[in-house]
């Protein structure tokens, strides 16, 4: 496939959307193999030529080998197409076409070193459209009215300036659900959706759980992203979750209230420590702790220092800082039976098991340790012993 897009952008046949040269190029391929997204091979007319599924089904090539320069008489080529637009795009008031816009912007991302500069131009511009992605923009090939023009400028504008398209967005998607983001609330990462998929089969297997009550207690809820999704899923679940922020608590709650699910839950602004007392025991803690390592701080980008929350993430010399004191109480704060789900750094689980070792008066088990999508030691499941 990578040769057929050099030769594609070699013949100077097609402008490939987005994509100004073979290394992006392939990246971009890559990318939107991945999130099931795709760049489309326009004609230099502005007219998208092929879908995704005569992509899929390698249309591309056939159309490759026989669409030539000869049967584009009046073809425009890529380099002319960014010399003719780079005048109407600066000129905010001229409406400009979709393709073209999200090409300039990924261009002025590519040149500032913005990461995922295709990815990102499109998710503007499909907001601002009102689709949540790229490839689901119909028509693909309009004009940009100059009010929409004029948004998507603002908002490529905040990403030039390293904000998180999360943030620029207002929203994402976490599991099936859609919570609101909002700056220095922590992020949702993929990762986290694991975890939950992880404590979800776990608590699948118990067959007997569907006629019981599922006390949960979240520490760190930051966009309330875990709390919801388990509520989501588990009709007979209560969820506490607390966080040290009151813009995480506030954003727990708004989320919560805006999915029906706020009367499950009860929201704390609090510093879990030590000293944690609930007043009730929980089947299953779960947290997704701020656990990186202080000498890991300075190498974090620019988009996680710049707008999310430093406690969100620092956790202390070795990252264990709250890891501790999760595993310190939990056997105070767990039901019989109970269990701790904890997302980590992938030194983590062997420190965690040490200083299970060291302290078996915790009467906890390290039971799972389960892989990442990138094969890294990541979830800790830690059972009570009963
Ligand atoms: C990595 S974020 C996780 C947020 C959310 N659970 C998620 O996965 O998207 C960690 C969260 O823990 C909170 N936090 C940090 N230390 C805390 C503490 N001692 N007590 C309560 N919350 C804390 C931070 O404010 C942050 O929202």
Redesign the pocket.
Known sequence: MRHLLQRALQSRTFYWNGLSNLRTCAQGFRLYSKLDQFCYPVSLKGQHCLNKRDFRSGYFQSANCSLSRSCYTNVTTSQDLKSENEEVLKDASEDCPVLEAISYWTREFETAGVPEPDASAEYIAAHVLGYKSFSLISPLVRNLTAEEKTKVWKLCEKRMNRMPIQYILGEWDFRDLNLVMRPP??I?RPE?EELVEHLWLYLQEDLTREEEDLDVL??????G??SLSLLQEFPQACCTA????KE?VELTQHNAERLGLGDRLDVKQ????TSADFGTKFDVIVS???YIWTEDMETLEQEIVGYE?H???HGGTDGMG?IRDIIHIGHRLLKPGGSIWLEVDPRHPDMIQTYLNNHLQYQLQLTGVYQDFNNRPRFCCLELRE
Do not use: R
């Open positions: 609330v922590f949702p986290t979240e520490v760190g809820c930051g966009s992203a875990i607390v966080d040290v922020t995480a609090m510093q879990f420590n997704n702790p701020p929350n406690c969100a993430l709250l």
